[in-house]
Structure formats: structure tokens, C-alpha cells
């Protein structure tokens, strides 16, 4: 049988962001549904110096001259939070199919705006964690009832970072927490456990120069008894592990969210009959590239050959639950969703 080679949808990155050129450029090129046609920066020397390290054959000084070559059929945007929301819609604009960086925007308003994204164009944020072989797994564990009934999830995810420069650290490019890295828990456990919160009641913990959050915690009611409870922090040892608990068995996500590119990553099962980890089973799970998985998903789409599970509806969600993580934070008490 002959096999059809794909004609690979030809990507455009908009910016020179560390997470393009560290991880998600080369994972673009482990697939042979999409090539990086371009790269677009700031500043044209920028742009063209990221290009040629890169291999990517097209550089533009800035957004509008990438949007306008037809050349180009999709862009993936990594800018900073409080532009995702005009650059996605400008994209679209444009013709552009989008592949956009969490968290969608500043807040569920701002989300709210990509209901203009048009509809014959594929739009996919990059939660690159749902793409992850191990959170399949996680899934699949649950619904052939591994844990018995589940009971909760509970997770810290948290590392250092002190520079005032940084997005992060800055409330206008929509820093913290929260927005950064907040958004996870709440992706990977509405992602396993097939159920959404219906209310939630945080206490954070502002940076008095940066005045970001720096430390987070949530717990998340999805009824049923059902808890997801998370602690997210920018200014604390790295440290990042799920357990997902239920009745009859517990699985730990060893590194759920910034799981090795290229590297086995580790799954335990544990029956409970042995206090600590005595009888826990380890699971490897295979090397895989989350980001090459996320965009041969989205080329995929644009081809015709997937079909996205999640769309601007789901963007919407997550923003919303992370505007209830602040609203609660301010009135101090439950805030239904
Ligand atoms: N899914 C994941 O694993 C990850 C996702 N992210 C997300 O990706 C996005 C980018 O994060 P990160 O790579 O850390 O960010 P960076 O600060 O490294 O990159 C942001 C880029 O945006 C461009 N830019 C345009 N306008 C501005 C502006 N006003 N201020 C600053 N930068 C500007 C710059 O590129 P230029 O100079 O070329 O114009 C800059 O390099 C965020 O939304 C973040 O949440 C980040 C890390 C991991
Ligand atoms: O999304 C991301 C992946 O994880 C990082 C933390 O380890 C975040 O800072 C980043 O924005």
C-alpha cells in the first residue's frame, strides 16, 4: 500500500520567545505534518538571527508583514498574555489558522473575544499537556476504574523565578501564578476526571514588589465528592507532581506538567495495600515530544484529518475558573460556577 505522504501545513511563529526556540520549533520539526515557514520578531535582526539558528527559511520584522504572506497558512503565537487575544484574532484576520499559548488571555472578558475567530479556521491553545501520552494513560486508568471511585486530585507545581523582568512578574502581561501555571491543574484534572468544578474557594499571596501572585492555592468542589485541591507558586523550590486519589488506588504523576521531551517519564500505581510507596507499580511511559504531538494535531486539523476535542468554548472555561481563583482570593469565601 502505498502511504500519503501529507502536503505539511506551513507554520508561522510569532515572536522570537524562549519557549518557541526551545521547545516548540524543534518539536514542530518531529512531524511530518507542519514546517516552520517563518518567524517573525520585534526587531528584523532578531527575527532573521532566530531564523537562520533555527533553519527556518522566512523572517519578518514584525506581526502584520507575517500575516500578510500568503506563504504562510498558520501562525503559533507566544507572546506575552495580554496580546494572545488581538494576535489570535488578527491572525484570523488574516486567513490564519492559530495555535495559541496558554493561558488564552488576561481574564475570561478578554477569552470571551475570540467568539469572532472564524469558524472555518482552526483554532487550538497549547495546552501540551493534554497531548502527553501519560495523561491519556492517567485518563484511560480512571475510566477503566483502576482507583476505584476517584476521590480528588491534588497537585503542587511551583518553581523560582525572581526576575522583575520576566512576563511572569509583571501584572501587566498578565504575570503570576495563577495564569501561568494555575491553569494546569485545573486542564489536567477537568482532562481526567470528565467533570467540571462547580465551585472553588482560593487564598493567594501577592509579591509586594511585583504585585503578581507568587503563591495559590485552590480548592476546586466538582460535586459527587469530587476535590481537586492545588497549590502554584513562582517563588518557591521547583518542585511539580500529581496524585489522583480514589477508593481503591492512588496513581502519582511523577513530572506531570513539564514531563522530558525525548525522555521516559514515570507513572505510579499504587493498590494502597502497603503504607509509603511499598506497593506501588511503576508505569514508564515511552519518550514522547508533547509539543511535536500538539502541533501534528493541529496540522492535522487544518488538513482535514482531526478533529479538535477542545475549541474556543474550552478556552472560555479555563479562563473563567481562573477569574473565580481571584474573585474568591478578593471577597474570601466560595464562588460558584
Ligand atoms: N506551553 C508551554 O510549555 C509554555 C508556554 N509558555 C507561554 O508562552 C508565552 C511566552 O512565554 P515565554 O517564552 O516565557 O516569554 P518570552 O518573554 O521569552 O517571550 C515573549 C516574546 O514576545 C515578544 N513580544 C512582543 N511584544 C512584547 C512585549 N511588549 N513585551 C515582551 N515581549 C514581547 C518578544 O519577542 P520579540 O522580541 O521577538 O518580538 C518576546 O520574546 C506565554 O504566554 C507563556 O504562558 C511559556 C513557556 C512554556
Ligand atoms: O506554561 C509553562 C510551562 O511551565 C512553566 C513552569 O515550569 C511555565 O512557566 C510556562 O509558562
Given at each position: 500500500m502505498t502511504e500519503i505522504t501529507p502536503q505539511p501545513v506551513r507554520i508561522g511563529v510569532l515572536s522570537t520567545a524562549k519557549i518557541a526556540r526551545e521547545k516548540v520549533v524543534p518539536g514542530l520539526a518531529t512531524t511530518p505534518w507542519c514546517v516552520v515557514h517563518g518567524i517573525s520578531s520585534r526587531d528584523t535582526a532578531r527575527a532573521r538571527a532566530v531564523a537562520d539558528d533555527l533553519g527556518i527559511p522566512k523572517a519578518y520584522g514584525s506581526t502584520e508583514e507575517m500575516l500578510a504572506d500568503p506563504e504562510i497558512e498558520a501562525v503559533y503565537i507566544p507572546l506575552p498574555n495580554d496580546l494572545h487575544v488581538d494576535a489570535a484574532l488578527a491572525a484570523g484576520r488574516a486567513g490564519k489558522h492559530v495555535l495559541l499559548e496558554k493561558p488564552t488571555g488576561l481574564d475570561a472578558m478578554d477569552a470571551e473575544r475570540l467568539l469572532e475567530f472564524p469558524r472555518d479556521?482552526?483554532?487550538?491553545?497549547?495546552?501540551?499537556?493534554r497531548q502527553h501520552p501519560q495523561w491519556r494513560m492517567v485518563r484511560d486508568m480512571v475510566r477503566a476504574g483502576r482507583i476505584g471511585r476517584p476521590l480528588g486530585v491534588q497537585v503542587w507545581f511551583s518553581y523560582m523565578n525572581d526576575d522583575p523582568d520576566n512576563i511572569r512578574n509583571r501584572p501587566e502581561t498578565g504575570g503570576g501564578a495563577a495564569l501561568d501555571i494555575g491553569v494546569y491543574p485545573l486542564v489536567v484534572s477537568r482532562f481526567v476526571l470528565d467533570a467540571e468544578p462547580i465551585r472553588l474557594v482560593a487564598a493567594l499571596d501577592r509579591d509586594p514588589i511585583f504585585a503578581t501572585d507568587r503563591l495559590?492555592?485552590?480548592?476546586?468542589?466538582?460535586?459527587?465528592g469530587l476535590h481537586l485541591t492545588f497549590t502554584v507558586s513562582t517563588q518557591s523550590v521547583v518542585h511539580q507532581r500529581v496524585t489522583v486519589c480514589g477508593t481503591e488506588g492512588r496513581i502519582e504523576v511523577v513530572v506531570p506538567f513539564n514531563a522530558p521531551l525525548g525522555g521516559e517519564t514515570i507513572l505510579r500505581f499504587d493498590p494502597g495495600t502497603a503504607l509509603g510507596d511499598a506497593s506501588a507499580e511503576t508505569i514508564v511511559v515511552p519518550a514522547c515530544n508533547m509539543y511535536g504531538l500538539q502541533g501534528e494535531l493541529f496540522a492535522m486539523?487544518?488538513?482535514g484529518e482531526a478533529v479538535l476535542p477542545y475549541g474556543v468554548g474550552d478556552s472560555i472555561t479555563q479562563m473563567r475558573l481562573v477569574d473565580a481563583i481571584f474573585e474568591s482570593a478578593r471577597?474570601?469565601?466560595?464562588v460558584d460556577l
Open positions: 479556521l482552526v483554532f487550538m491553545e497549547g495546552y501540551m499537556v495559590t492555592s485552590v480548592l476546586a468542589d466538582f460535586g459527587g486539523a487544518i488538513r471577597r474570601g469565601g466560595w
